[in-house]
Nanobody, 121 residues
């Protein structure tokens, strides 16, 4: 399966960005699509994930109430709507495909390229 992330950019604090992750190929091998992020000098961290079937979601505490993850199964696309962005949200964001709805990167076997999100203060 191939994952293509898009939608990053530069935004002021308080603004919004919409990231998309489109899956192609053997999409049936990934039941879960997750978003992770990595800021300079920091380890990669979990942001949110969604199950293709049933739409169950999982968010890290720091983005609850600000980010919304959703899926469009017909388009094999997962969207991460990011609102009320803060400078600490600045990072490279990666989408990943896995089989369990867990915030652990080792459970995700397929990774897309990153997309930069920069939030200015």
């Amino acid at each position: 399966v191939q994952l293509q992330a898009s939608g990053g950019g530069l935004v002021q604090a308080g603004g919004s960005l919409r990231l998309s992750c489109t899956a192609s190929g053997r999409t049936f091998v990934t039941y879960i699509i997750g978003w992770f992020r990595q800021a300079p000098g920091k380890e990669r961290e979990f942001v949110a994930a969604i199950s293709w079937r049933g739409g169950s979601t999982y968010y890290t505490d720091s983005v609850k109430g600000r980010f919304i993850i959703s899926s469009d199964n017909a388009k094999n696309t997962v969207v991460l709507q990011m609102n009320s962005l803060k400078p600490e949200d600045t990072a490279v964001y990666y989408c990943a495909g896995g089989t369990r709805l867990l915030p652990i990167s080792s459970h995700y076997n397929y990774w897309g390229q990153g997309t930069q999100v920069t939030v200015s203060s």
